[in-house]
């Protein structure tokens, strides 16, 4: 009797584990069915991964400017000291010795799917060959070299940089920012004028990271007070220490150094203003029209424009829409097109830049309907310091 009734408590057990087993099975296939259809509701699964991953991005973002930094890969300066005294990363960052002294130069290039794009790799190719072969700076200066990039398109960059920057003659840092957490955080100050300036969701220009200039201010770290921000599609001619050099001509109030446009772009883009104002400049070609800018090369004074009560106030929705109304403007170039704007009624917040800075290459409009006056935009007399081969342009050889 006795073994019946220990088997029988043992039975009695195992079939109590297997229920809890079950209640447990149960539960979790619940948890997986709640989760697909309540989330499907709004989002597929790749979109709620998106969303979790950009939640985390906003929370990095609220902590500290520097999360926005995803990684200082390597430097010249760090290679060539560690050559010559022996000493690693770690050791000459616990001492407090020149570091202090040295004169920054920060440039930034947007390097986002360049993963996917062998025409991008190509033209960046161009642009680092180039600016490589001129740039010439003194001891204790260093070109910090930021990179707005994704995932992929960092390990492509960080590949192509090792052997690009192999013979650089001065020193250099390499900083990568994540494109995501940058995104997340300028999306609320720039969301007005991506309903004016990019031709609707899905293109090139929807994305939000093509407004980052307008407000970098507001984004970058507070110690970077001055930065210059460049295309790809570059080709250097001359020392890139000269263009941060045109900062010292900026005349008082103005916040943005910028070349104007050399095509009629904006001649069309304003074309039912022109016709209900006859006598307008707004629009016509140089040397006494408002021919608008380009921002292929754009010098960023983000202290002076974090104090500018004037910019600021431009960038409020209610302003940005008054003057697109008033202009009848609508067009799909991202910040080029709200500085074009804005150019319009306060050209003193621009520092224009001779156009050798940025000898832009585009014909096309030459090629539709702008043919008679396209020469009176195109010109540019005197040297030629950056080409750049907007809309694919071919670009010289030396």
């Excluded at 980052?212 to 110690?223: C, F, G, R, T, W």
Aim: net charge positive; proline share 4%; with cysteine.
């Amino acid at each position: 009797m006795r073994i019946l009734r220990l088997a029988y408590i043992i039975m009695a057990n195992v079939s109590r584990f297997r229920s809890l087993q079950f209640l447990l099975l149960l539960a979790s296939l619940l948890a997986v069915v709640t989760f697909y259809y309540f989330g499907s509701k709004n989002h597929d699964f790749s979109s709620t991964t998106k969303w979790i991953k950009l939640s985390q991005a906003r929370r990095n973002t609220k902590t500290n400017d520097a999360d926005l930094t995803m990684d200082t890969r390597f430097s010249q300066r760090d290679r060539s000291e560690e050559k010559e005294t022996g000493e690693s990363d770690a050791l000459r960052s616990e001492k407090s010795g020149d570091e202090t002294l040295d004169q920054r130069y920060n440039a930034l290039m947007l390097f986002t799917k360049v993963d996917k794009s062998r025409r991008l790799q190509d033209k960046f190719r161009v642009a680092m060959s180039s600016m490589v072969k001129y740039a010439h700076f003194l001891e204790g200066e260093i070109l910090v070299l930021h990179f707005v990039t994704d995932p992929a398109s960092k390990v492509v960059g960080e590949k192509m940089l090792q052997e690009l920057l192999t013979n650089a003659q001065f020193k250099y840092e390499v900083v990568f920012h994540d494109v995501e957490a940058l995104s997340y955080k300028l999306l609320p100050l720039v969301e007005a004028l991506r309903k004016h300036f990019s031709a609707g969701s899905g293109s090139y220009y929807s994305d939000v990271i093509f407004y980052l200039s307008v407000a970098m201010h507001h984004i970058l770290p507070k110690n970077l007070t001055r930065i210059v921000q460049l295309d790809i599609d570059l080709k250097y001619r001359t020392n890139i220490k000269h263009l941060f050099q045109e900062f010292d001509h900026f005349p008082p109030g103005a916040i943005i150094g910028i070349v104007r446009e050399m095509q009629p772009v904006y001649r069309h883009t304003f074309s039912q203003y022109r016709k209900e104002n006859p006598k307008t400049r707004v629009g016509d070609p140089p040397p006494h029209g408002l021919t608008g800018v380009n921002s292929g090369v754009l010098l960023l004074d983000l202290a002076t424009m974090k104090a500018s009560t004037l910019y600021n106030q431009l960038l409020d929705p209610r302003n940005v829409t008054k003057l697109a109304e008033k202009y009848r403007f609508k067009s799909h170039l991202g910040d080029q097109d709200f500085y074009a704007l804005i150019s319009m009624e306060h050209p003193e917040l621009f520092y224009f830049l001779d156009c050798g800075w940025n000898r832009q290459l585009c014909t096309w409009w030459r090629d539709n309907g702008y043919r008679e006056v396209f020469h009176l935009y195109y010109r540019c007399d005197g040297p030629i310091y950056i080409y750049h081969g907007n809309c694919n342009s071919s670009i010289p050889d030396d």
